[in-house]
């Protein structure tokens, strides 16, 4: 996938195979000849249609970032960060002739540790080159208190993707493949070959430590579980060897009375952590994070040899992507508000923003009416539920402000350099704003960004300009093509608000129990029903799906397909002329058909182990059927051959 930006990858019959009953596999049924046709190509771990429109922007992001380059396009000082740092990435002539160099200040942070005191001492200035170990940090809304910004300690300090592979059994062999590679990397720095393959035994057992003092996955995305308010005068008594507040102020947090550690007793271990292991061992420890984080932006060598490991080993991938789509997503990770400003203004059409908008108020009037309809919820609760929906905020395509950068210093000769200051640079925006009042416009993604997002704290959802493109949305298509596709997509975050996690969030976006016992008992036993469907499906030989991580998901998924079917009835009934069949479909069998389609992917076994380990969505398949074939409107649309409907329990509480 080059530079062709007129590529077809919208909503087509040509995707389906429909030698195959729909009924007893509607993901083929679909997508099947989609699937067959798209091997992964050799420089992803997967093909699929969000990463099909990723690729396509990806076009339009390489062309504003050539034209910024060569000074072609006057977009004035957000044409110079975004210019710069694309143009420092593609510069291989210098990143080459620099090898390792561009990390020594962050490897000299590490060897000038000589006593406890300093290596806490180092941990905010590593942080501040991006670098993180141990654990991580964020500013958000307070979730109690959603006016005001927040300081958050969150658990990390690990290199593989989660605490899972450096303990079972079936990844061993990553185990192994992750030690050679860290020995490896330290030779090709320098370092003797006995020495290296010490330091890398070292690294693995430091990190496995962490790894198992560190909460499972479903426990992370747990709201309510990762609140613990920690007073600013119990910091020094319960982790005083971390010397948090002189870490904060390090890293310029204002005075707060309180932070919140989401993992406190993995916080604790720590604290312990730092005193009980040798010193030498921990900056072991630390100098391969500061090699690790920055591998990628090396010379030649050390960034085949870090792309052997993350990407070969871990993701199935099976070549480097071209150095162009690589640096793009530099300059997008770096500046992203700065390159979605001229994104915007060449590429999103307003009256897609009108369409969705009025789409976005066809389900929410219908999610009201589902509301006041639930069996199983109590008029207190219902009243509250709506409370919730009316003070919902839904933000489409780009914020009304854009982030300005003012101070931030770029070089087209400075790779490293640049995503360090990017990276200080939004450490501080971040840290200096603790304790001030939220602002409620800014976005937490960028506008180019295919994907979407609901934010509990905010009582918000956001659909960037990114993915408001086929094959989620087509203003030439008729409606089932877009409430299948982008409708779903607006379904599901908005019942993301009352999801398992979503519903611990009141009107105002604070963390509060304003449910009953007796709904939340209700809701709890429709959402365990959800969790053995979604259990049930194995994925790969003796691999099920994780039910309980994959819970808000999928709740959110079949609310999604439900409120999109209902809004799309709502809409044919005040057009009635759209309720057309097309090519032979009628709009519910579009619809569903559309749904499905969204979903369509080929995945790389390395990737389905590392999603199901981590990752809180289901595999594509099941997210196309299940859905799909829960709501009752998929049994008119695909009937049995004789016209008699089936009789299955639904799921899900919407």
Same mark, same amino acid.
């Given at each position: 996938m080059?530079?062709n930006t007129?590529r077809n /990858?919208?909503?087509?019959l040509d995707?389906?195979?429909?030698?195959v009953?729909?009924?007893k596999?509607?993901y083929?049924?679909?997508a099947?000849?989609w699937?067959d046709?798209?091997?992964?190509?050799?420089?992803l771990?997967?093909?699929?249609?969000?990463m099909e429109?990723?690729?396509?922007?990806l076009?339009?992001?390489?062309?504003?970032?050539?034209d910024c380059?060569s000074g072609k396009?006057?977009a004035?000082f957000?044409?110079?960060?975004?210019?710069?740092?694309?143009?420092s990435?593609?510069?291989?002539e210098?990143i080459e002739e620099?090898k390792f160099?561009?990390?020594?200040k962050?490897?000299?942070?590490?060897?000038?540790?000589?006593?406890?005191?300093e290596?806490?001492r180092?941990?905010?200035e590593?942080?501040?080159?991006?670098?993180?170990?141990f654990?991580?940090?964020? /500013?958000?809304p307070?979730?109690k208190?959603?006016?005001?910004?927040?300081?958050?300690?969150n658990?990390?300090?690990l290199?593989l993707?989660?605490?899972d592979y450096?303990f +079972?059994?079936?990844m061993a062999?990553?185990?192994r493949?992750y030690?050679?590679?860290? +020995?490896r990397?330290l030779?090709?720095?320098g370092?003797e070959?006995?020495?290296?393959?010490?330091w890398a035994d070292?690294?693995l057992?430091i990190?496995?430590?962490i790894?198992?003092?560190s909460?499972?996955?479903?426990?992370?995305?747990?709201?309510v579980?990762?609140?613990n308010?920690?007073?600013?005068?119990?910091?020094?008594?319960?982790y005083?060897? *971390?010397?948090l507040r002189e870490?904060m102020k390090?890293l310029?947090?204002?005075?707060?009375?309180?932070? /919140?550690v989401?993992q406190?007793?993995?916080?604790?271990f720590i604290?312990?952590m730092?005193?009980d292991?040798?010193?030498? %061992?921990?900056k072991?420890y630390?100098y391969?994070?500061v090699i690790?984080?920055y591998?990628?932006m090396?010379?030649?060598?050390?960034?085949e040899? =870090?792309f052997?490991?993350?990407? %070969?080993k *871990?993701?199935g991938q099976k070549?480097?992507?071209?150095r162009?789509k690589r640096?793009?997503?530099?300059?997008n990770a770096?500046?992203?508000?700065a390159?979605?400003s001229?994104y915007?203004k060449e =590429?999103?059409?307003?009256?897609?923003?009108?369409?969705?908008q009025?789409?976005v108020s066809?389900?929410?009037?219908?999610?009201?009416e589902r509301i006041?309809?639930?069996g199983?919820m109590?008029?207190?609760?219902k009243?509250?539920? /709506?409370e919730?929906?009316?003070?919902?905020?839904?933000?489409v395509g780009?914020?009304?402000?854009?982030?300005?950068?003012?101070?931030l210093?770029?070089?087209?000769?400075?790779?490293?350099g640049?995503?360090?200051?990017?990276?200080?640079?939004?450490?501080?925006?971040?840290?200096?704003?603790v304790? *001030?009042?939220?602002?409620k416009?800014e976005?937490?993604?960028h506008?180019q960004?295919?994907?979407a997002?609901?934010?509990?704290?905010d009582n918000?959802?956001?659909f960037?300009a990114g993915?408001?493109?086929?094959?989620?949305?087509?203003?030439?298509?008729d409606?089932a093509?877009?409430?299948?596709?982008?409708?779903?997509v607006i379904? =599901?975050?908005?019942?993301?608000g009352f999801d398992?996690?979503g519903r611990s969030?009141?009107?105002d976006?604070?963390?509060s129990?304003?449910w009953t016992d007796?709904?939340?008992?209700?809701f709890?036993?429709l959402?365990e029903?959800?969790g053995?469907?979604?259990s049930?499906?194995?994925?790969l030989p003796?691999?099920?799906i994780?039910?309980?991580?994959?819970m808000?998901?999928?709740?959110?998924d079949?609310g999604?397909?439900?409120?999109?079917y209902?809004?799309?009835?709502?809409?044919l009934?005040?057009?009635?002329?759209g309720?057309?069949e097309?090519d032979?479909?009628d709009?519910n069998?579009?619809?569903?058909?559309s749904?499905a389609?969204?979903w369509r992917s080929v995945?790389? +076994?390395?990737?389905?182990?590392?999603y199901?380990?981590?990752?809180p =969505?289901s595999?594509?398949k099941?997210?196309a059927?299940?859905p799909s074939?829960n709501n009752?409107?998929?049994?008119?649309a695909f009937?049995?051959?004789?016209?008699?409907?089936?009789?299955?329990e639904?799921i899900?509480v919407?």
């Open positions: 080059s530079g007129n /990858i919208g909503f087509s995707y389906m195979d429909k030698s009953d729909p009924r596999d509607f083929r049924f679909a099947g000849r699937i046709a798209h091997p992964i190509p050799p420089d771990p997967s093909i699929s249609a969000f429109l990723s690729e396509l922007n076009d339009y992001l390489h062309e504003i970032a050539e380059a396009k006057n004035g957000y044409g110079k960060l975004v210019g710069d740092i694309y143009s990435a593609m510069n291989t210098k620099l160099k561009p990390v020594e962050a490897w000299s942070l590490v060897s000038n540790i000589n006593s406890r005191e290596l806490v180092a941990i905010p590593l942080n501040m080159l991006g670098v993180y170990p654990f991580g940090f964020f /500013i958000a307070d979730d208190n959603s006016s005001v910004y927040a300081f958050y300690i658990q990390g300090g290199s993707p989660d605490r450096y +079972k059994e079936d062999e990553v185990r493949y030690v050679e590679h860290v +020995k990397m030779t090709l720095y370092m070959e006995s020495t290296a393959k010490e070292t690294v057992d990190e496995t430590k790894a198992k003092a909460w499972a996955s479903e426990d992370v995305i747990d709201d579980k990762n609140y308010q920690v007073r600013a005068e119990e910091l020094e008594k319960r005083g060897k *971390l010397m870490y390090r310029e947090v204002p005075d707060v009375p309180y932070i /919140i989401r406190p007793d993995f916080l604790d604290n312990l730092i005193v292991e040798n010193l030498d %061992r921990i072991i630390l391969w994070n690790n984080e591998a990628y090396l010379h030649k060598q050390a960034d040899e =870090h052997d490991m993350f990407g %070969r *871990l993701l070549e480097q992507r071209v162009w640096a793009v997503r530099m300059a770096c500046v992203g508000e390159l979605g001229i915007v =590429h999103f059409d307003e009256e897609s923003k009108r369409k969705t009025e789409l066809d389900l929410i009037e219908v999610l009201k006041m309809a639930l199983w109590g008029d207190e609760t009243a509250k539920a /709506i919730k929906l009316s003070k919902m905020k839904v933000m780009y914020p009304d402000r854009f982030r300005d950068y003012a101070g210093v770029t070089d087209p000769n400075d790779y490293v640049n995503v360090m200051r990017a990276s200080a640079y939004e450490t501080l925006r971040q840290t200096r704003r304790g *001030l009042p939220v602002d416009e976005w937490q993604m506008p960004d295919v994907n997002y609901n934010s509990p704290s918000r959802v956001v960037p993915i408001l493109q086929p094959p989620f949305f087509d203003k030439n298509m409606y093509v877009n409430y299948g596709g982008i409708g779903a379904g =599901h975050e908005i019942t993301h398992n996690n969030h009141d009107a976006g604070n963390l129990d304003w007796d709904d939340e008992k209700k709890n036993e959402a029903i959800v053995k469907e979604y049930s499906k194995e994925i003796g691999v099920f994780n039910g309980k991580l994959t808000g998901e999928n709740l959110a079949l999604g397909v439900n409120i999109a209902d809004a799309l009835i709502r809409r009934g005040k057009d009635p002329e309720d057309v097309v032979g479909l709009q069998q579009r619809f569903f058909i749904y389609q969204v995945d790389s +076994k390395e990737l389905i182990m590392m199901i380990m981590t990752d =969505h595999p594509s099941y997210r059927i299940i074939q009752p409107a998929f049994d008119k009937p049995l051959e004789d016209g008699v409907q089936e009789t299955r639904r899900g919407w």
